[in-house]
């Protein structure tokens, strides 16, 4: 079912907020421009959890090179999973961050707590070099 309240898309199907692919150990997570929705930020932090659950040493990055706007919500499950990740002796990359994201990582030190790449190359590089 889906009708549209207020030019907002309304369904009852799950959206899915992001594309995986895999290389090797590392899970890469393309993010779409959904992130300021709350319902894919929920999704996403659904997804993600039973993804690294169970997994020994998480390799995590999240391209966000299609992702205009974020919301508050969104940035407190980024530096949730960071700290799941981080529990799970493993580490979560982000990249392809736009400027004004950017500005709103800065402003509640997410730049200090989650490491950020220019570019999807630039966090593989990190990871092999580590």
């Known amino acids: 079912m889906v009708n549209l309240t207020r ?15 895999k290389q090797g150990q590392i899970s890469v997570l393309r993010l779409k421009d959904l992130m300021h929705e709350q319902q894919a930020v929920t999704q996403l932090k659904h997804d993600v959890r039973q993804m690294i659950e169970g997994t020994d040493k998480p390799r995590l990055i ?13 940035l407190g499950v980024i530096m949730a999973l960071n700290l799941r990740v981080k529990r799970q002796d493993g580490e979560m990359r982000m990249c392809h ?3 004004d994201i ?3 990582f800065s402003l509640v030190k997410l730049d200090v707590i989650v490491s950020l790449d220019d570019t999807l190359e630039d966090s593989y590089e990190a990871f092999e070099s580590a």
Request: glycine share 0%; charged share 15%.
């Open 7 to 21: 030019n907002f898309l309304v369904t009852d199907q799950p959206i899915k907020p992001f594309i995986v692919n």
């Open 62 to 74: 999240l391209d966000m090179q299609d992702v205009n706007r974020i919301s508050s919500m969104m």
């Open 97 to 99: 961050i736009q400027p």
């Open 102 to 104: 950017m500005l709103a």
